[in-house]
């Protein structure tokens, strides 16, 4: 738990958000900001605070239960058929503004190719 993190709050429900998603070490919500028809952020619980933190401390298997987590969520909401994208952008170059992992699930609509 990192006191400033708004992540861990939503995680661990000191800040009320609608969770689409609960099991005991990854939590997923809707994006206060949708890029897409569908925009859902997967965490894990516990903070780290990219992806490359996560590995360090290894802790990779977390990377399984969000993956697990995300692609569950994509069936329910019936994108297989049409697809999506899941990503987690990285540090300053990779567009992070939120340092708590965290991957996005987007979908229903055609997503664009390259990022800008
Ligand atoms: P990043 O830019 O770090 O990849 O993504 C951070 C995402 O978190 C953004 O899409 C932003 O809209 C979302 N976000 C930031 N603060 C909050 C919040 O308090 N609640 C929710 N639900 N989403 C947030
Ligand atoms: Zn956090």
Redesign the pocket.
């Known amino acids: 738990m990192d006191a400033d993190c ?2 861990c709050k ?1 995680a661990n429900r000191s ?1 009320p ?1 609608p969770l689409v998603f609960e099991s005991p070490d990854v939590v997923a ?7 897409a028809p569908h ?1 859902i ?1 997967i965490i894990p619980r516990e903070h780290h605070s990219d992806v490359g933190a996560l590995a360090r401390s290894g802790q990779e298997a977390l990377l399984g239960k969000i993956l697990s987590a995300a692609t569950q969520l994509a069936a329910q909401r019936g994108l297989d058929a049409s697809g999506y994208r899941l ?3 990285t540090g300053k170059d ?6 708590h992992l ?1 991957f ?1 699930l987007l979908g229903g609509r055609p997503l664009g190719w390259p990022p800008g």
Not at 29 to 35: A, C, L, S, V
Not at 94 to 99: E, I, P
């Open positions: 708004i992540f939503i800040i958000a919500f809707q994006d206060i900001n949708p890029q925009h952020l990503v987690t952008n990779g567009g992070q503004t939120v340092r965290h996005h």
